[in-house]
């Protein structure tokens, strides 16, 4: 069983930036791939960002990429998503996720979410 616990996220004007982190409760994190995903009121839940076990490959949501980085650190247990020039649309509730390794691509762990608000 792993247990997820996101933090970092809070109100921010846009053009801003934020960290989002994400730790994970067993050593075994360090295999797993890990996702980000987000929620907006009223909408369904989307991808974001994906990095593997080794942090070697990472994968972003067309409307992400070149502003948000995903990066693990293997010491800390720990997944980020640095979030840049933020736009109002980015405010959700953002999820991170962990898949084990093997053929599934289900992510069988979710954390309770971390609140993002851009203004505008």
């Known amino acids: 069983q792993v247990q997820l616990v996101e933090s970092g996220g809070g109100l921010v004007q846009a053009g801003g930036s934020l960290r989002l982190s994400c730790a994970a409760s067993?050593?075994?994190?360090?295999?797993?791939?890990m996702g980000w995903f987000r929620q907006a009121p009223g909408k369904e839940r989307e991808f974001v960002a994906t990095i593997n076990w080794s942090g070697g490959s990472t994968f972003y949501a067309g409307s992400v990429k070149g502003r948000f980085t995903i990066s693990r650190d293997h010491a800390k247990n720990t997944v980020y998503l640095q979030m840049n020039s933020l736009k109002p649309e980015d405010t959700a509730v953002y999820y991170c996720?962990?898949?084990?390794?093997?053929?599934?691509?289900?992510?069988?762990?979710w954390g309770q979410g971390t609140q993002v608000t851009v203004s505008s």
């Open positions: 067993a050593r075994a994190f360090n295999s797993y791939t």
């Open positions: 996720a962990a898949r084990p390794p093997g053929p599934s691509t289900n992510y069988n762990y």
